[in-house]
């Protein structure tokens, strides 16, 4: 006999949400003669389904749809499609910060050996925007190079 808790434990999701997605219809788990729950592979599966893309981002009533239409592609297909547009959006996102925070903390960093050597605030202010204003021609010539780039490529096609 599979439990709630071992299902629970073994796919990431709590007992209240695996509850939900039954009570939903989302997913049928099979009971005993005592009527306590006694999951199947089959009921595992489909919270394993549910629960991968809830992880994506996926909403309730997509996966709804998804699990109810099963056998229609074109719908799966479009809503997966929406899902994934959003999650390379979120990614492209994520990235932007992390590259945000990476500036950030090279210039605590650089702030944090400044002080260490014995650098006064203002030292410290000054070197601080020092930093910056490299950064941004760093970024104006980087932007520079892709540009001049794409001028060779199309000269070249």
Do not use: C, W
């Not at 299902?7 to 939903?24: A, C, N, W």
């Amino acid at each position: 006999m599979t439990t709630i808790k071992q299902v629970s434990e073994e796919l990431g999701l709590s007992p209240h949400s695996i509850r939900f997605y039954e009570k939903e219809g989302m997913v049928t788990i099979p009971r005993n003669a005592h009527g306590i729950r006694d999951f199947d592979v089959s009921s595992i599966d489909r919270l394993k389904a549910i629960a991968h893309y809830r992880r994506v981002g996926m909403s309730l009533r997509d996966i709804q749809a998804i699990l109810a239409e099963f056998h229609n592609h074109a719908l799966s297909t479009k809503l997966l499609e929406k899902t994934q547009i959003k999650l390379e959006k979120q990614i492209e996102e994520l990235k932007e910060t992390n590259a945000y925070l990476t500036e950030k903390i090279k210039i605590h960093r650089r702030l944090a050996e400044l002080e260490a050597r014995g650098y006064d605030e203002n030292r410290r202010t000054a070197a601080y925007y020092e930093m910056r204003l490299q950064d941004t021609e760093e970024a104006e010539n980087l932007d520079r190079q892709v540009r001049k780039q794409g001028k060779i490529r199309k000269k070249n096609s």
